[in-house]
Nanobody, 124 residues
Framework: QVQLVESGGGLVQAGGSLRLSCALS????????MAWFRQAPGKQRELVAA???????NYADSVKGRFLISRDIPNNTVNLQMNALKREDTAVYYC??????????????????WGPGTQVTVSA
């Protein structure tokens, strides 16, 4: 139904910037959130940033003030602008699209889609 492809990863020095892009193809009308996750070797996968279809945004504490998630609705694209990169940002970054809802005050994901990931490496 939906395919996601990330681009823009690469090698950058600490303090530098990268812009990741995620292109969505196909359609699933239940999707109401798109997000970026990342996973570094030996660490758990973590949410980096998310944006809902109505414009609500949240960020992980570790990237607040440095990263910016944005949407390009006509082109079905979500971007992640990463500034002031640190060694700790090194990870594989994944784009996701999901259907989430609130049940008894808790968010649940009914189904989601994942891109193949793009490597971001920050050197000292």
């Amino acid at each position: 139904q939906v395919q996601l492809v990330e681009s823009g990863g690469g090698l950058v020095q600490a303090g530098g910037s990268l812009r990741l892009s995620c292109a969505l193809s196909g359609s699933d009308f239940s999707i109401n959130v798109m997000a970026w996750f990342r996973q570094a070797p030996g660490k758990q996968r973590e949410l980096v940033a998310a944006v809902t279809t109505d414009g609500q945004i949240n960020y992980a504490d570790s990237v607040k003030g440095r990263f910016l998630i944005s949407r390009d609705i006509p082109n079905n694209t979500v971007n992640l602008q990463m500034n002031a990169l640190k060694r700790e940002d090194t990870a594989v970054y994944y784009c996701t699209a999901a259907s989430r809802t609130t049940v008894a005050g808790h968010f649940i994901t009914t189904h989601d889609y994942w891109g193949p990931g793009t490597q971001v490496t920050v050197s000292a």
